[in-house]
């Protein structure tokens, strides 16, 4: 086995037993429970000679009375072991399946934002899922059935060398030719398993596209295309399948064949050594009785192998995720409350892969009490501007500042606390509106002040329609609730947050005209003691913006107040004119 397990599988595997430590103590009971359970099936093997010889043979009825009474006491023994060793590895494997589950999820939230663009989300639930549990597997299972088996086949090996060493030895010549077998196959097996695992999570990838837009799959008519789609990646999945069962098929056939020629030298041999006086009857019976013990125990020792490959497989694939660098977070500057200034000195951001910059040489300050509005066509840069404020993103070149220091001198949890952030998705949890809006940091908040940050919001009049007011859970992603309503609940999270820096990114963009012009109300009072940025296609917020940011094609273009830059007749002007005709 040691020839298919390479070096770094060793270490992937070492790294592995040391996430089985904490569960030390299950483990050495496991051993021992496996050690009394083999010494529980090789007394029965034992026991096979005196039941022959002594039933069969010489007809001792006195003797023959108690070996069946002794036969059920080794198999309650036996069974009371093997449920032990059962329990306490599968505790310590599922506990490691656990640990391992937390920790990569805790990594994947400590990641910087752009690993988010790499790895699409299935993919790290299938990490989280069946990665963690097959790892656990591997780590514990694996380990189970090698002490077992291994003590199985020894007490069986014992046994038969007891009874007759020659014939034991003769039938070991096999031994050889069979690990070769197991070798070849064990190669083929992490061949293909590293490539089914590929394909489930693509076929996880393809259903979790296809039913969390059932809506548009249903209006565009694609199911067919859907249907395809997957159809041919089961195919794919199927094909896998089928060469890892054939694997497996063989490899248990090619055992079997090698346990029959086994048997036939056994018996062979076994008359040769009857004739010389030196084996009885029994005694062959119990050596053909290990034998044929010995055989499922040593398929199951090939199986491990393909648990350990899989698992190593999928151990390799979470180590990754676990040593992925962190985001930077090295800043030591503390920060309870920041005035809210905010500086871009010659910023410019890209994102990873991409040829163009989505940012390039941004240059503007936001003073606290004021309001910064960025206009610009789709995909000239807004969102990425202010995805770089609390770091999401970091900057390919220039400098950010907040209250004139830079943003990576502050610690990351810090820096953030002093945003309130309303992104152009809303992102809603399933949970109650209380938990959603008084939500993370904020879980303690005071009541009163959750009421009024609805109120501000405009939530407070649909919550007061829902059948358990606050307390109403919103389902997953909020999709109980319409647009509108989810983008007032974000809101009430921001005012809620009561934090120096507000970030809106098309904030108010699925409410009414009325209601978004009273939540705008509501902002502005908030307003004198905090720093705004508001991306915004309607006028009415951009009228009264202290300054305006034009982008266009992550350049800033134009800069100052609307007046300024309706008079300059520049895009802004051109943008303005065009919404200004629309509304006619
Ligand atoms: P909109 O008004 O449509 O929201 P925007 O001005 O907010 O547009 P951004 O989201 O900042 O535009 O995107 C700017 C550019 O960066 C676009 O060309 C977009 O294709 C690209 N971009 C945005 N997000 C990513 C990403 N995660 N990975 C790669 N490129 C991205
Ligand atoms: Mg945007």
């Given at each position: 086995m040691n020839a298919a397990f390479n070096g770094s599988a060793w270490k992937t595997y070492r790294r592995l037993l040391t996430f089985a430590?904490?569960?030390?103590?299950?483990?050495?009971?496991?051993?021992?429970?496996?050690?009394?359970?083999?010494?529980?099936?090789?007394?029965?093997?034992?026991?096979?000679?005196?039941?022959?010889?002594?039933?069969?043979?010489?007809?001792?009825?006195?003797?023959?009375?108690?070996?069946?009474?002794?036969?059920?006491?080794?198999?309650?023994?036996?069974?009371?072991?093997g449920y032990l060793?059962?329990?306490?590895?599968?505790?310590?494997?599922?506990?490691?399946?656990?640990?391992?589950?937390?920790?990569?999820?805790?990594?994947?939230?400590?990641?910087?934002g752009s690993r988010f663009d790499a790895e699409p989300v299935p993919s790290m639930l299938v990490r989280l899922g069946s990665d963690s549990d097959q790892v656990a597997q591997a780590a514990v299972d694996a380990l189970k059935t090698m002490v077992q088996q291994s003590l199985q086949v020894i007490g069986a090996l014992c046994i038969m060398l007891y009874i007759s060493w020659q014939v034991t030895i003769s039938v070991l010549v096999l031994a050889p030719p069979l690990a070769f077998v197991m070798n070849k196959v064990a190669k083929r097996y992490r061949r293909v398993s590293h490539r089914i695992q590929e394909s489930g999570a693509q076929?996880?990838?393809?259903?979790?596209?296809?039913?969390?837009?059932?809506?548009?799959?249903?209006?565009?008519?694609?199911?067919?295309?859907?249907?395809?789609?997957?159809?041919?990646?089961?195919?794919?999945?199927l094909r896998l399948a089928m060469k890892v069962e054939a694997t497996r098929g063989l490899s248990s056939a090619l055992v079997q064949m090698m346990g029959a020629i086994g048997l036939a030298g056994l018996l062979l041999l076994a008359g040769h050594e009857a004739a010389a006086g030196r084996l009885t009857a029994g005694g062959f019976v119990s050596l053909m009785v290990s034998m044929i013990g010995i055989i499922p125990a040593l398929k199951s020792l090939t199986s491990v192998q393909n648990v350990l490959q899989r698992g190593v497989a999928s151990a390799e694939r979470l180590f990754s995720v676990l040593d992925a660098p962190d985001e930077m977070d090295t800043g030591l500057r503390p920060l309870a409350r920041a005035r809210g200034m905010i500086e871009f000195r010659d910023v410019?951001?890209?994102?990873?892969?991409?040829?163009?910059?989505?940012?390039?040489?941004?240059?503007?300050?936001?003073?606290?009490?004021?309001?910064?509005?960025?206009?610009?066509?789709?995909?000239?840069?807004?969102?990425?501007?202010?995805?770089?404020?609390?770091?999401?993103?970091?900057?390919?070149?220039?400098?950010?500042?907040?209250?004139?220091?830079?943003?990576?001198?502050?610690?990351?949890?810090?820096?953030?606390?002093?945003?309130?952030?309303?992104?152009?998705?809303?992102?809603?949890?399933?949970?109650?509106?209380?938990?959603?809006?008084?939500?993370?940091?904020?879980?303690?908040?005071?009541?009163?002040?959750?009421?009024?940050?609805?109120?501000?919001?405009?939530?407070?009049?649909?919550?007061?329609?829902?059948?358990?007011?606050?307390?109403?859970?919103?389902?997953?992603?909020?999709?109980?609730?319409?647009?509108?309503?989810?983008?007032?609940?974000?809101?009430?999270r921001a005012m809620l947050k009561d934090a120096p820096i507000l970030i809106l990114d098309e904030a108010t963009a699925a409410l009414d005209n009325e209601s978004e012009r009273l939540v705008q109300d509501a902002l502005t009072q908030l307003m004198p003691d905090r720093t705004t940025l508001v991306i915004a296609h309607r006028l009415s917020t951009i009228e009264h913006a202290d300054q305006v940011l034009v982008l266009d094609h992550g350049k800033l273009v134009e800069q100052g107040t609307h007046a300024e830059l309706l008079a300059r007749g520049g895009l802004y002007a051109q943008l303005h004119g065009a919404q200004f005709r629309e509304a006619q």
């Open positions: 430590k904490p569960y030390r103590g299950l483990l050495v009971l496991a051993a021992l429970a496996a050690l009394v359970e083999a010494a529980g099936s090789s007394l029965f093997l034992w026991l096979m000679k005196p039941i022959t010889d002594e039933t069969f043979v010489s007809k001792n009825m006195e003797f023959a009375a108690w070996l069946p009474a002794a036969i059920i006491a080794v198999f309650l023994v036996r069974g009371i072991a060793t059962d329990m306490s590895m599968g505790r310590a494997a599922r506990s490691v399946a656990r640990d391992l589950r937390v920790r990569v999820l805790g990594k994947y939230l400590r990641l910087p076929l996880l990838q393809a259903a979790d596209q296809t039913l969390s837009n059932q809506q548009e799959v249903k209006v565009y008519g694609a199911q067919p295309e859907e249907l395809r789609r997957y159809a041919t990646l089961a195919d794919n999945n410019s951001a890209r994102y990873p892969g991409q040829a163009k910059p989505a940012l390039e040489h941004i240059s503007f300050v936001a003073r606290p009490g004021t309001v910064t509005a960025i206009v610009g066509r789709s995909g000239s840069g807004k969102s990425t501007l202010i995805k770089l404020i609390p770091r999401f993103y970091e900057p390919e070149g220039g400098q950010i500042l907040v209250d004139g220091v830079p943003l990576q001198e502050y610690a990351l949890a810090d820096l953030r606390r002093q945003i309130a952030l309303v992104g152009q998705q809303v992102m809603l949890f399933d949970g109650s509106v209380t938990a959603n809006v008084a939500y993370g940091e904020m879980r303690s908040a005071d009541p009163q002040a959750l009421d009024k940050a609805l109120r501000d919001a405009h939530a407070m009049e649909f919550i007061e329609q829902l059948p358990e007011r606050k307390d109403t859970p919103i389902g997953v992603k909020g999709s109980r609730l319409s647009g509108g309503q989810r983008q007032r609940l974000a809101l009430a």
